[in-house]
């Protein structure tokens, strides 16, 4: 496993101009109460949502679809591409409420999912996942569901997220695994700084990625990088409660793709675990981390400020060796 620092201005400077997203106005428009959506918190709207997103992706033109005000009760989701258009709007003026009974949603792995899409935008509102009550279960021990990640974009381009609330995620809240083009900015994500496995941002199998002006308060990583990351810029972020931002954890298989050109810049830690990290098993791996710039960060009450550990084993459970001589440590490269 190596790790290798460097900086190159010019790079990001070209990555920014080339990240594209359509961005042509919508002309069709569609409201979920016209699909029976009910925004009084109780009636189950998922139905509606779907019929919604359907008549969205048929369009052959551009298309909005609209949330109003209030509280949407929904079911796990799946919104699946081959749209005949490319810029499919959701506007989101009210909250999406995931079903209190933590069982209803069961094994599902994700609560609103996006599969093969190109060219979603999702823009303000909140998702409300109540996952309180499945943290207390985990909390005694009581055999439960893992939980569902609240929003998640597998295999998908040219993606907007702009001014969303996550609240309360039963896992992580938002992921983007397999992905391209990604813009993230003025997102908030909270939740306790003792619920688990909640990280806020997580990317993997993804590159060109942006995360700007953002808030994350959670249990976990503010921002987890795995497996072929390439080109992530993260600005403006402030983090805490959390084990903050975490490269990693890397190295499981000994056939793994490697973390490439990733900035993190102008970041701000308040009372979390960690500040900047980055994180492998003991093992080998022809996997690598390269290319990364940590750039003025503020740290506030933070445990380890910076921490580079090539032990990871969280539990100390069957921990691969602690120590391998054919694993190289990392290497600073200075302009």
């Given amino acids: 496993m190596a790790i290798r620092f ?14 594209y997203l359509h961005a042509s106005d919508a002309t069709q428009n569609y409201n979920v109460l016209k699909f029976g959506a009910k925004g009084n918190g109780v009636t189950d709207s998922t139905q509606a949502f779907i019929k919604a997103w359907a008549a969205a992706c048929g369009s052959e033109e551009s298309t909005t679809i609209y949330v109003p005000k209030g509280r949407y009760l929904l079911g796990s989701m799946a919104f699946k591409g081959d749209c005949k258009n490319s ?8 909250t999406l409420v995931a079903p209190a009974d933590y069982r209803i949603l069961g094994q599902a792995d994700n609560w609103l999912s ?8 999702i823009i303000g509102g909140a998702l409300d996942a109540k996952g309180t009550a499945l943290w207390n279960y985990k909390e005694k021990g009581t055999k439960c569901p893992n939980g569902a990640t609240s929003l998640s974009f597998t295999n998908s381009n040219n993606i907007k997220i702009n001014g969303l609330l996550s609240l309360n995620s039963r ?14 900015e003025g997102v908030r994500v909270i939740a ?7 990280d806020g941002i997580h990317v993997q199998l993804t590159r060109n990625v942006m995360i ?4 994350i308060k959670t249990g976990d990583d503010c921002i987890s990088i795995g497996p072929r990351t390439k080109n992530l810029w993260v600005e ?3 983090c805490g409660p959390g084990h903050g931002i975490s490269i990693g954890s890397l190295a499981k298989d000994m056939d793994e793709e490697g973390v490439q050109n990733v900035t993190i810049k102008n970041t701000t830690f308040i009372g ?9 098993w003991a093992r080998p791996s022809n996997g690598f981390v390269q290319g990364i710039r940590f750039i003025d960060a503020v740290m506030r009450n933070v445990q380890n400020p910076i921490i580079i550990d090539q032990n990871y084993c969280p539990h100390n459970l069957n921990c691969p060796g602690q120590v391998r001589k054919s694993l190289k440590l990392f290497t600073i490269i200075e302009d």
């Avoid at 460097?6 to 990240?19: G, N, V």
């Avoid at 979390?272 to 492998?280: A, C, D, P, V």
């Fill in 272 to 280: 979390t675990q960690n500040g900047l990290r980055i994180k492998s």
């Fill in 6 to 19: 460097f900086s190159t201005h010019l790079y990001w400077s070209l990555l920014i101009l080339s990240i």
């Fill in 192 to 198: 306790a700084g003792d619920s688990p496995n909640t």
């Fill in 212 to 215: 700007k002006s953002s808030s």
């Fill in 236 to 238: 403006r972020v402030t």
């Fill in 114 to 121: 996006f599969e093969g899409v190109s060219g979603v935008s």
């Fill in 171 to 184: 896992m992580f809240h938002i992921v983007f695994n397999g992905c391209q083009n990604v813009r993230v």
């Fill in 87 to 94: 810029d499919i709007k959701i506007h989101i003026d009210g």
